[in-house]
């Protein structure tokens, strides 16, 4: 009589053949979701990009701008994966962040803390984005840093 089925070992086989497969899926899918976020953050930056040039418009430089001007806050909440601030490194350049929220924000558990910002002058039409991770600073999301 033959018997029809599989062996212990077989099994085992493709359970670990599954689990390595799935901690595959797992991993590439938190990147998805972790670019969709940072085209979130992006999509806010353009809009604060669009205040800067209006304030410029009105005021004749930026020199002044406060995260009010632009309608945002350096402060993590429950309604955002980032913290946003505008500066100035050089008076006629204006840097608007997007920091990756920790803990605070709608992610707490966020394993790693980036950010994103965007330089722009509105006198010479300067602009440039950059991105930096972790220690030592390196690019992401395919922006240089």
Request: aromatic residues 14%.
């Amino acid at each position: 009589m033959i018997r029809k089925g599989f062996t212990l070992v077989e099994l085992i086989v493709v359970i670990i053949i599954v689990g390595i497969l799935a901690s595959i899926a797992l991993t590439q899918y938190a990147n998805m979701v972790e670019y969709g976020r940072v085209a979130e953050a992006k999509t806010r930056l353009g809009s604060m990009r669009q205040a800067v040039y209006e304030y410029y418009w009105t005021n004749g430089s930026v020199e002044s701008m406060q995260n009010s001007d632009v309608g945002v806050s350096d402060t993590c909440s429950s309604d955002s994966y980032y913290r946003y601030r505008i500066f100035f490194s050089v008076p006629t350049i204006a840097q608007l962040w997007a920091r990756r929220c920790t803990s605070g924000g709608k992610t707490p558990d966020s394993s790693s803390g980036y950010s994103i910002w965007y330089e722009v002058s509105p006198s010479d039409g300067y602009q440039r984005w950059h991105c930096q991770r972790g220690s030592p600073l390196s690019g992401c999301f395919g922006m240089n840093q």
